[in-house]
């Protein structure tokens, strides 16, 4: 009796397994779909290594090489997924761009003392990098260039690249065809000002 008890408990176990990587690759499967649909808008390839594998996509935009992946971060609260687009630009400014709601706590964790301006009425803050200097005519180009981006968790710019994640809350939905070239043209906007 109890053989056929752990073997009972085993395999429900394993079908509820089962069905956590089924339910895992449809929605990887719909993300797969909508950037086919970008790839026939576009170009570019999607690219993905397996089963239940998160896909990604390369292109290049406006004559710009960029690629869009979905990365995720749980906690004990919720699982946030996030996309991320880079880009590879030319910028004369090396910078970083928060969200102070996503930044939360993260802000003093560090323990070094760090200089922090704030954006879009306190909604973001900037971060410049090492021996950065800005004027209010470049701080406001940054405001300017980064409010058509909004919402997003941060965004890095350096000289070469810059990336930008935006928490989704419906990762299917925010990839889809209507979201992303808006989302593409708008990085590249902001690249073709900060070069």
Do not use: C
């Not at 690629?67 to 687009?85: A, F, P, T």
């Not at 419906?170 to 990839?175: A, F």
């Amino acid at each position: 009796m109890v053989l056929w008890t752990i073997a009972i408990i085993m395999t429900v176990i394993f079908l509820f397994l089962l069905l956590l990587i089924w339910l895992r690759k449809v929605q990887f499967d719909a993300i797969h779909q909508n950037f086919l649909d970008l790839e026939d808008q576009l170009g570019g390839e999607v690219v993905r290594g397996g089963f239940a594998v998160r896909p990604r996509f390369k292109g290049e935009y406006d004559g710009k090489p960029f690629s869009i992946s979905i990365s995720s971060e749980g906690s004990r609260e919720e699982r946030r997924y996030y996309i991320s687009v880079t880009m590879r630009v030319k910028s004369r400014f090396s910078f970083t761009v928060m969200d102070v709601d996503w930044l939360g706590k993260r802000a003093n964790d560090s323990g070094k003392e760090r200089d922090l301006q704030p954006l879009l009425e306190g909604k973001y803050i900037l971060e410049l990098a090492r021996n950065t200097r800005l004027g209010k005519k470049d701080l406001a180009l940054i405001e300017q260039v980064i409010q058509p981006l909004a919402p997003f968790a941060y965004i890095l710019v350096g000289g070469s690249s810059m990336m930008m994640e935006r928490i989704s809350h419906n990762i299917i939905e925010d990839t889809k065809i209507a979201h992303t070239p808006p989302l593409l043209a708008a990085l590249a906007e902001m690249a073709e000002q900060l070069g």
